[in-house]
């Protein structure tokens, strides 16, 4: 993938939930940098879908397959977008691939890019880009234009050094993944992991689940990002940080937490599916440069 350049065509599509306006109109606005192409179709709603299985899959084909698209963003997260895997063709994209960009719910289409061996971009959707402080901003940019950056000021739970692919993004999403044509598999990666709204009994229970299918076995490291209103309100359970040290420490590798990437108030741009670094004992992530 070649990086972008200032002025270049930029599709965005919302495959998962409802996209509200005011949001994606304060995100589209940071975009202005590119040729922000969409239809108003992005703004449908049916349940808690943004529009009908059929057409938010025919508009992520289309950006998919378009020529002049130089990347496609996701609007919105949310829950949709497992029911698209299975209509998606990879023929056309295959030929010349572009960096599709979001986080939360397109966990899931980051997976289907996975198993295609394409890069991708886990980053702020549209509708988050809008409350996000400049410098996540320009992260974003400046990895989209071919720019090498590193996540300082990570907390170490197990010190050491991982180098592998950066893969991962949501937990919830991973553990579904579980069983189906698209699971993960983290064997040499480092694994990045984040969610919001779990309590830690579920927390726990995802983590499980991807240990008992075996998808943690000879993972390289992990890097923990927010986990935002996970704990019990009422205190009287383990909160998330102890059940995620409790669950990962045993895998016996090197392990930060602290990470500015998710659903909180930052949130990183970084590769998935490209090589990375991780130093707990100096806190820090790096993501050099790559040009394929």
Not at 130 to 146: A, R, T
Not at 182 to 187: I, S
């Amino acid at each position: 993938m070649k990086p972008l350049c200032p002025g270049d065509v930029v599709r965005v599509v919302s495959p998962s939930g409802p996209v509200p306006r005011d949001k994606f109109e304060r995100g589209a606005a940071r975009l202005s940098r590119y040729q922000l192409r969409y239809d108003q179709r992005i703004f449908e709603k049916f349940g808690f879908l943004a529009g009908s299985d059929e057409a938010r899959a025919a508009e992520l084909q289309a950006a998919l397959d378009d020529d002049q698209t130089r990347a496609i963003f996701c609007a919105r997260g949310g829950y949709g977008l497992f029911r698209l895997l299975p209509l998606l063709n990879p023929k056309k994209f295959l030929g010349a691939p572009k960096p599709i960009v979001g986080f939360s719910d397109v966990t899931a289409l980051h997976a289907w890019l996975w198993k295609l061996g394409v890069p991708s971009v886990h980053a702020p959707v549209v509708t988050q880009l809008g409350s996000l402080p400049d410098k996540d901003v320009q992260s974003l940019f400046d990895l989209l234009e071919g720019k090498s950056a590193a996540i300082e000021g990570l907390r170490p739970i197990s010190a050491g050094v991982a180098e592998g692919k950066l893969l991962g993004g949501n937990l919830e999403l991973l553990s579904r993944l579980c069983g189906t044509p698209w699971a993960c598999q983290f064997k040499d990666a480092i694994l990045l992991l984040e969610d919001v709204g779990e309590r830690p009994y579920r927390i726990d229970r995802a983590l499980t689940q991807l240990e008992l299918t075996g998808a943690l076995q000879g993972v390289a490291g992990v890097v923990l990002g927010d986990f935002v209103d996970c704990d019990e309100p009422n205190g009287k359970s383990p909160t998330v940080d102890d059940v995620l040290h409790e669950r990962l420490s045993r895998l016996g590798v090197p392990i930060a937490s602290g990470a500015p990437i998710g659903h909180g108030t930052h949130n990183r741009a970084v590769w998935l599916g490209r090589r990375a670094r991780l130093d707990t004992r100096v806190g820090r992530l790096e993501l050099p440069r790559e040009r394929e």
